[in-house]
């Protein structure tokens, strides 16, 4: 079965930061766009971040954008998004998955084949 294992969410107070790691599972990641979403409590799940297979193409959804930084290593068949400056309201579940398509800037779920189960952030002092 093709997934995702995510790590690197807690606990953290606003301003600080969190690297989060999505390792791909039974499947090449350099053959898939990769997108992170998130759902906070009681929202919709959103688009944060997606990058294409050869890092090219990066798009942010607009209230991340300058804080969040998304990555790739098709060597380790691992994807990251590194998020700064963080605030109460990025706090959420977040996950990543794989697009056999394009990272567009809709970072839209229903492009998205494969998720992972997502790792917990909290902002909080």
């Known amino acids: 079965q093709l997934t995702f294992v995510e790590s690197g969410g807690g606990l953290v107070q606003p301003g600080g930061s969190l690297k989060l790691s999505c390792v791909a599972s039974?499947?090449?990641?350099?053959?898939?766009?990769i997108g992170w979403f998130r759902q906070g409590p009681g929202m919709e799940r959103e688009g944060v971040a997606c990058?294409?297979?050869?890092?090219?193409?990066?798009h942010y959804k607009m209230s991340v954008k300058g804080r969040f930084f998304i990555s790739r290593d098709n060597a380790k068949n691992t994807a990251y998004l590194e998020m700064d400056s963080l605030n109460p309201e990025d706090t959420a579940v977040y996950s990543c998955?794989?697009?056999?398509?394009?990272?567009?800037?809709?970072?839209?779920?229903?492009?998205?084949?494969?998720w992972g189960q997502g790792t917990p952030v909290t902002v909080s002092s």
């Open positions: 998955a794989a697009n056999v398509g394009f990272c567009t800037g809709d970072i839209d779920e229903s492009d998205y084949e494969y």
């Open positions: 039974a499947f090449n990641l350099k053959d898939y766009a």
């Open positions: 990058i294409s297979e050869l890092s090219s193409i990066t």
